[in-house]
């Protein structure tokens, strides 16, 4: 792509950014600017059409219909790199080699271009995929605006062993393997390419796949530049070099903190609607618990937990406050999700007052 574009907007808050790469269409649907002048109406219909300058700029202007990402695995400026038209095939990420293809596959029912994984292999398992990637009712994609891999049921919980520091260190130091169909057919070789799991458990940017839906999303890219050839229908991966990789590795602990306070953050805000709701959140609370591995001792865990079933408001309180202050990351992120708590479901009530005070923020000397 020989042309760059600064609209002044930069991803400042983590994992952003979605280029819409497997939407085809160039032309979206939007909104037309409403006219509030006499003051506040209703938001107008979608009646009008604006294209996207992606997907015209690769329709239109480019030789060969082919985009190419490369992410570095860090967060910053300056740590991807956007390649549309033949330079996607011709730039020194995708010279690295050798290059892996899997097909694309075009669903009209969606409109998008999906790719079919058919299993996941880990250390001897091996998994079909808990999606029926064939199915045009279903949505297995690469998606850059996702920022976690989606994997089956049985692979998410040795994830969450390694992430503790409890699994099998075999599960650690053994790569999986995501199989796709062949761009050839069902009938010829699949493909399968290599995702480091190290790199992808300590992150933290997992998750279980959502029925009808696979999304592997960013952390692919921080193990593979790929390019999406829209005329033949592939996708091409180059595993990044043995340096790039190490890189991304020694810099996990950044996405392991962020993905720690975001889970804590969605956590607390799943146990205040709980408690608002039935004024107990036990469930809620077993999955707060659940994200302390590490962070506080097995027997105060259990302990909590056991207390909690029986405990009265009054206790409930205390035994969240020692949680409070027995955590440090909780005491970072529980005034954010108070302050998201409170603007869907108005002003906090009376529910631990206590454990408010701390999240409040310290006056200066």
């Known amino acids: 792509m020989e042309q760059r574009v600064d609209d002044g907007c930069q991803c400042q808050h983590g994992m952003q950014g979605i280029f819409g790469i497997y939407y085809w269409d160039p032309i979206l649907q939007s909104e037309p600017v409403?006219?509030?002048?006499?003051?506040?109406?209703?938001?107008?219909?979608?009646?009008?059409?604006?294209?996207s300058p992606m997907m015209t700029y690769l329709a239109g202007d480019t030789e060969r219909h082919i985009v190419g990402i490369q992410w570095s695995g860090l967060v910053g400026e300056q740590t991807g790199t956007l390649f549309a038209g033949k330079t996607a095939i011709e730039n020194n990420y995708y010279m690295e080699g050798p290059v892996q293809k899997a097909k694309l596959d075009w669903f009209e029912k969606n409109r998008v271009y999906a790719v079919s994984v058919q299993s996941f292999q880990w250390n001897g398992l091996s998994i079909p995929s808990p999606i029926d990637c064939s199915d045009s009712n279903s949505v297995c994609v690469l998606d850059t605006g996702t920022p976690t891999f989606a994997l089956p049921t049985e692979m998410?919980?040795?994830?969450?062993?390694?992430?503790?520091?409890?699994?099998d260190p075999a599960f650690k130091t053994s790569p999986m393997f995501v199989e796709f169909e062949s761009p050839d057919g069902p009938s010829a070789p699949s493909t399968k390419i290599e995702i480091n799991m190290e790199l992808l458990c300590l992150s933290g940017y997992y998750e279980e796949a959502a029925p009808g839906v696979l999304l592997l999303g960013l952390p692919l890219w921080a193990q593979y530049y790929t390019a999406f050839d829209l005329d033949s229908y592939e996708v091409h991966f180059v595993k990044h070099?043995?340096?790039?990789?190490?890189?991304?590795?020694?810099?996990?602990?950044?996405?392991?903190?962020?993905?720690?306070?975001?889970?804590?953050?969605?956590?607390?805000?799943?146990?205040?609607?709980?408690?608002?709701?039935?004024?107990?959140?036990?469930?809620?609370?077993?999955?707060l618990l659940g994200l302390l591995h590490?962070?506080?001792?097995?027997?105060?865990?259990?302990?909590?937990?056991?207390?909690?079933?029986?405990?009265?408001?009054?206790?409930?309180?205390?035994?969240?406050?020692?949680?409070?202050?027995?955590?440090?990351?909780?005491?970072?992120?529980?005034?954010?999700?108070l302050d998201k708590?409170?603007?869907?479901?108005?002003?906090?009530?009376?529910?631990?007052?206590?454990?408010?005070?701390?999240?409040?923020?310290?006056?200066?000397?």
């Open 241 to 287: 070099s043995d340096t790039e990789l190490q890189t991304a590795l020694n810099n996990v602990g950044q996405f392991r903190d962020g993905m720690i306070k975001q889970k804590l953050e969605d956590a607390l805000v799943s146990f205040l609607v709980a408690l608002m709701d039935n004024g107990k959140g036990t469930d809620q609370m077993a999955q």
């Open 34 to 51: 409403p006219d509030w002048s006499d003051g506040l109406t209703a938001c107008p219909p979608q009646t009008t059409q604006k294209e």
């Open 156 to 167: 998410v919980g040795i994830c969450n062993r390694i992430f503790d520091g409890i699994a």
């Open 294 to 337: 590490g962070k506080m001792k097995p027997s105060e865990i259990d302990a909590i937990q056991k207390e909690w079933a029986t405990a009265d408001q009054q206790e409930m309180e205390t035994l969240f406050l020692n949680i409070v202050r027995s955590v440090p990351e909780v005491v970072e992120v529980l005034g954010a999700a």
């Open 341 to 365: 708590f409170s603007k869907k479901y108005g002003t906090v009530t009376t529910v631990f007052h206590k454990v408010f005070e701390v999240a409040k923020p310290k006056s200066p000397n």
